[in-house]
């Protein structure tokens, strides 16, 4: 079984402010780990991904997370945050669920509302 | 354009209703999933195709019927709709179906039931 929490539902920064989304994650087995974002009134798209190797992987639009396998988490980070970024975040752990074939499970979101 | 597509982008419909959802994908992938977002946001996997065939098939009420007529089309037929139905629905696709593999999303369809 898997599952994933993200422990601030709303977050809100000034823009140019670094910023930190939080994702804790259970997994049996290794975990696959990605972070969605999701624009208004449209469906989710791939920040990054982290299978193996370096723990801190580099995405889109200057985004970057960074996997601990000893806190299990795997959280997403920015250095400077621009009002465009204001969107709902989700992470998401994938492990195979009978045979080859994985599920994808998703924390509940985390909504991020950057101010001017 | 290579993406994911989904038809209607919106329907409101009445209690008791039949509602037919389509979802095409032009990426080339073998594999096609259904999602279901809450009001809340939460995303919760329905179904997911690999090849045509039916791979995972969450606990969704059996008025819930997913249809694929080839890999790159996956359709959801909802029979006599109920209000907790109302939702968005996303259709997704991947190369395959391994753990490893990213997901892309279409827009998604909003359903009302009044």
């Known amino acids: 079984a898997q599952s994933v929490t993200q422990p601030d539902a709303r977050v809100t920064v000034s823009e140019g402010a670094s910023l930190q989304l939080r994702c804790k994650y259970s997994s049996s087995v290794t975990p696959y780990l990605f972070w969605y974002v999701q624009y208004p009134r449209q469906g989710l798209q791939l920040l990054l991904k982290?299978?193996?190797?370096?723990?801190v992987v580099q995405g889109v639009n200057g985004f970057e997370a960074e996997f601990s396998k000893s806190n299990s988490s795997f959280h997403l980070r920015k250095a400077s945050v621009h009002w465009s970024d204001s969107a709902v975040y989700f992470c998401?752990?994938?492990?195979?669920?009978?045979?080859?074939?994985?599920?994808?499970?998703f924390g509940k979101g985390t909504k991020l509302s950057v101010k001017s | 354009e290579t993406a994911v597509f989904q038809t209607p982008n919106y329907h409101v419909t009445q209690v008791g209703n039949e509602v037919s959802f389509n979802c095409k994908q032009t990426?080339?992938?073998?594999?096609m999933y259904w999602y279901k977002q809450d009001s809340k946001k939460l995303l919760k996997i329905m179904f997911s195709?690999?090849?045509?065939?039916?791979?995972v098939n969450e606990t969704v009420p059996r008025r819930f019927s997913p249809q694929s007529s080839d890999k790159a089309h996956l359709n959801l037929r909802i029979k006599s709709v109920e209000p907790e139905d109302s939702a968005v629905y996303l259709c997704a696709s991947s190369l395959t179906g391994g753990a490893r593999a990213e997901q892309f999303f279409g827009p998604g369809t909003r359903l009302t039931v009044l």
């Open positions: 982290y299978y193996s190797g370096d723990p």
């Open positions: 990426l080339g992938h073998d594999t």
């Open positions: 195709y690999n090849n045509k065939q039916l791979i």
């Open positions: 998401a752990v994938s492990a195979l669920s009978g045979g080859s074939n994985a599920k994808l499970t």
